[in-house]
């Protein structure tokens, strides 16, 4: 790039950002091929038995979404769209953090757990969504800390598009034990059965 | 000497056209869609209003304090982490968005109204989506325009003045322009970045995104992509629909077909995709591609056809013996002839 055109991308830069951006890459390029699912469970102590005890684990991603699922104007909207927008770009600065793979034979693979300081922001994000949602599920409890879960399934292609999605992720990583600072639950939204989005757990790492 | 006074006639002419505020109409519906769509957020959010924009929520103050930082941005929420004043510039944002909406001194409260919006939509970048980014791009534009001439307390009460200086009338095309040439420009870059994906090209995009967890809402969602041919007419549809947006709507004939096909198309996102309010935006951005003197001509039309289905309604219901209903009784007392036998 010539010096001109360099200044003159400063000088629209600093003339878009933040005031006029423009962001109308609508699912462009290329669309999302794989669905990003955010699980979690919380840490306790147990007044009864004295002992710390993990929750079971809640599918975060599918409470939101199941609400705007029955009501598309639902208050909750928002909610659920931080935790997308949230999960997207973590997914985007994932793949550039050294942390977050593990290389052998030439492959990457994803390691059984990564820090809790990967992507701070969006971490912060999702962090405080999971303990919403883990605070409304069960509300006698007061959580210490708590740990994510990050599944990945990729969509099947368009030529096997009738087939259901796989129950198997592509890909499973957990995110290290964090503290789990009280936030203020989101409202309007009960559960008619609570036990039905806390999915059995998978075999640890 | 006729070359320079044609040219002469022609400048006049243009002097003439800008010194006239154009597209009053279109305006004033636009602020009412852009603050209902607020209006909405500020109410739903009463009960949520900790959680999403608060400083315990999902994003607290010292986040909050970075972002601004790296952006180099600006909000009002940002000039105390105190939890009442927080509370108090949402509310006072409230109020704000309600004289907008309603046009109550729609000189200042646009003003106001981009001022709030701005500093509620930076409060937490994480709930942004295009049509909010659209939101404030518009209300930007709209604080250089007279969007409180129709439908608006300014119009009934007289205060808005529809005769104006030269210079306030061209401000105010200015931004009608600046608010069309934004329009074409989101449709025009997202129809190119469509065009250089290769899931695009094949036809299949759409089939990705509305398999995605966030997006098939709708039992119905899968008759859009079954089959192939569907899936495909669809995705090559939405870039054809945004590449040629910019160029249909200055056709006096085409534009109401641009409409329409905007409408549906984002009517379809909001019901199958659950962008409802992004939706509702896009559609009433809609409305500025048009003249006053078509927007008055659409509505005219639209009273005839209503007058004249009421009426062959009226004619149909003697027939229809449904007398036993209220509404069958009032219009026969009104006609003042007997029910037939």
Known sequence: ?205 | MSGGASLRDWLAEVRRFASVKHRTIALSVLRIFIGSTLLVYYSQHIFQREYLWGNTGLEPFSLFQQIMLSRHGFSLYLLSPSSLYQAAVFYVGLVVTITFTVGYRTRISSILFYLFTWSLFQRNIFLLTGGDNLIYLLAFFLMFADCGGHFSTDATSGRSRTQSGPFVAMVHNYAVLAIIVQLSLVYLTSAFYKMQGALWQNGTALYYVLRLSEFNLSPFAHHFYDSETVAKLLTWGTVIFEMSWPFLIWNRRTKPFVALGAVLMHSMIGYFMGLVWFSFVFIGAQVVIFKDSELISYAARVREAAGAARASLVALMPRARVGASGIAVAVLRRRKTPPAA
């Open chain 1, 1 to 205: 790039m010539s010096p001109l055109k360099l200044k003159m991308a400063n000088l629209l830069d600093s003339y878009v950002n933040p005031y006029f951006a423009q962001r109308w890459n609508f699912f462009a390029p290329t669309p999302p091929t794989f669905d990003i699912v955010l699980f979690a469970r919380g840490r306790y102590l147990d007044p009864d038995t004295a002992e710390i005890k993990d929750s079971e684990w809640v599918d975060v991603s599918d409470t939101l979404i199941d609400a705007l699922r029955k009501n598309r104007l639902t208050s909750l909207f928002h909610a659920e769209l931080s935790l997308s927008n949230a999960l997207v770009h973590f997914a985007n600065h994932f793949r550039k953090d050294a942390r977050t793979f593990l290389e052998k034979d030439g492959k990457k693979y994803l390691p059984a757990e990564i820090p809790a300081d990967v992507d701070p922001a969006d971490m912060t994000v999702m962090r405080r969504t999971a303990i919403a949602d883990l605070e409304i599920t069960y509300p006698k409890i007061t959580f210490t800390s708590v740990q994510l879960g990050i599944m990945i399934y990729t969509l099947p292609r368009f030529s096997e598009r009738r087939k259901g999605l796989t129950e198997d992720p592509a890909a499973l990583t957990f995110v290290a034990w964090q503290p789990a600072e009280w936030v203020p639950p989101y409202c309007c939204y009960s559960w008619p059965n609570p036990s039905h989005r806390l999915r059995p757990l998978w075999r640890e790492p």
